[in-house]
């Protein structure tokens, strides 16, 4: 496998212990706004763009979680960070569990939010590989529209976010779909996991079940879960302030 790292665009606010907020799929940096404002008095904030999203370069073939992760090292490199939080939403939890996987040394505290460690089943995995022939066929309009009502309740927050996924441009939204079909299980080796980890969820969430977060909760060595109530699977978005207390609280912890 041929882990090439492109240059990632990023926005970065305040100081202190670097903490990187990676954002789910199809989706980019924005949704983190409501709790950057929260964490940027405490902490060294970084927002990237993965790979294919936002403003990152979009490049062919299918992005699997490892190189997504090589991405996300060769930014710290840039920044001259050597340890840092990685914040994970969704598919960019598959990506911070690949780079806990390659890069221990570099991991301070992990948050993983309405994201899971298990592998696609069978007929998930199809079901990427699906919508990734019919985005290529159709465009991106074709996922938003199913995938929309999914991601939160909150008919305030749906023009916001349809916005941004339909910016994904459509090669992009490909790599990603076939590189989370191909993940692999991280169920297996979480218990090796040694740094602090926060696992959020909302009790809401129509794409990841709550059951999940609590199977991970139990595997990981020095963890806790926060679960939301009112949250479906944008937390950040439906509950910042919780989100950033939990945030807040593994900061404390990694800095100990």
């Known amino acids: 496998m041929d882990l090439v790292p492109v240059e990632l665009f990023y926005e970065e606010y305040g100081q202190g212990f670097p903490v990187i907020l990676l954002h789910g799929f199809p989706l980019n ?3 983190w706004m409501p709790v950057v404002e929260r964490l940027k008095g405490v902490a060294r904030v970084i927002t990237p763009d993965l790979r294919g999203h936002g403003k990152s370069p979009v490049t062919d073939g299918d992005y699997s ?37 390659a890069y ?17 089943s ?4 199809q079901g990427r590989y699906i919508a990734a022939e019919e985005v290529g066929r159709k465009g991106v309009r074709s996922l938003v529209k199913g995938m929309l009502p999914r991601l939160t309740s909150r008919q305030d ?18 790599g990603a779909l076939r590189g989370m079909a191909e ?18 969820a909302g009790e809401k969430d129509a ?15 020095r ?4 679960e939301i109530q009112d949250a479906a699977h944008m937390p950040m978005l439906e509950a910042p302030q919780e989100v950033a207390d939990a945030l807040k609280q593994l900061l404390e912890m990694a800095e100990a």
Do not use: C
């Open 29 to 31: 940096r924005t949704i």
């Open 65 to 101: 979680m490892r190189l997504m992760a090589e991405d996300v090292h060769a930014l710290m490199t840039r920044l001259d960070i050597s340890k840092a939080i990685l914040v994970g939403h969704s598919m960019a939890g598959y990506v911070s569990l690949a780079f806990a996987r």
């Open 104 to 120: 221990p040394g570099h991991l301070a505290g992990l948050a993983m939010i309405a994201s899971q460690a298990e592998a696609d």
């Open 122 to 125: 069978p007929e998930r995995r």
């Open 157 to 174: 927050l749906a023009a916001e976010l349809a916005d941004i996924m339909m910016k994904t441009p459509k090669k992009g939204v490909i």
């Open 183 to 200: 993940r692999p299980n991280a169920l297996e080796w979480l218990s090796e996991i040694q740094v602090p980890t926060v696992v959020i």
């Open 207 to 221: 794409i990841i079940p709550i059951e999940r977060a609590r199977t991970m909760t139990q595997m990981l060595v």
């Open 223 to 226: 963890s806790w879960l926060v």
